[in-house]
C-alpha cells in the first residue's frame, strides 16, 4: 500500500510539474522587434560585497520570489553577482568592463554605464538564453536587449532595479512608482515610446 502510494504521489508531481512547463509558451527571442522599444537604464549599483569572482566553475540558479528562473555556468574569472532581490547571477569576466564602472560617487560600487531596450511580455515564456540555459518569465517581466544579447528579466527585479531612460541616456523615472505617474512624466518630456510602454503595461493589469 505504501509503495503504491508513493508511486501515485510520483506520478501527481510529475504531472503537475509538466503541467507547469508547458504553461510557458517557447520562443525565439531574435524573433522578437525591439523596433520602437523604450530604452532603459540600470539605476541599482553593485556593492563590492555583492560580488564575488569565480574561482572555480560552478553552476549557478538564479532563483526570484521562489522560482527558478535560469542556471548558468560560471567560470573561473567570471563575476558572481547578487542582486536587490538577493538573485544571483553571471557576468562573464570579459564582458563585466563593458556594462559597469566605478561609481566616482559612491565608493566601493559600481554603476551601469549604458541602456538597454525592453519588450513588455504579456505571456510566460521560455527561450534559450545567450549563456545556453533555458530561461523561464513570467508575464509582466521584459525581453531586454543589450547590444547583441538578448535575455529576461523577472517584473519585480526589473522594477527594483531600472529606471526609464530619456534618448541620452538620462534616467527620468523610476519603475517602482506607479505607472499613472510613470505615463505622465514621460508624455510631459515628449517620450512616445514610455508612454505606450506604460499603455501596455497597464492593460496587462485590468
Known sequence: MTRILLSLLLLGWLA?????????????????????????RKTARLSQDKIEIAKAEQEVVTVIAGKPETKNMAKPGDYIVTGALGERYVIPGN???????????RAGEFRSKGTVLAVLLTEPVT????????????????????GDDIYGIAEQAFAETYGRADKEGRVFVALDL?????????????????????????NLKK
Open 95 to 105: 564582458r563585466f568592463d563593458r556594462l559597469y564602472e566605478p561609481d566616482p560617487g
Open 178 to 202: 506607479p505607472l499613472a505617474q510613470q505615463k505622465a512624466q514621460a508624455h510631459e518630456r515628449g517620450e512616445s515610446s514610455h508612454v505606450a510602454d506604460v499603455d501596455r503595461r497597464m
Open 16 to 40: 503537475s510539474d509538466g503541467a507547469a512547463q508547458s504553461a510557458y509558451k517557447e520562443i525565439d527571442p531574435k524573433a522578437t522587434s525591439f523596433s520602437g522599444a523604450a530604452s532603459f
Open 127 to 146: 527561450f534559450k538564453a545567450p549563456w545556453g540555459e533555458q530561461q523561464r518569465i513570467d508575464a509582466g517581466g521584459v525581453l531586454v536587449k543589450n
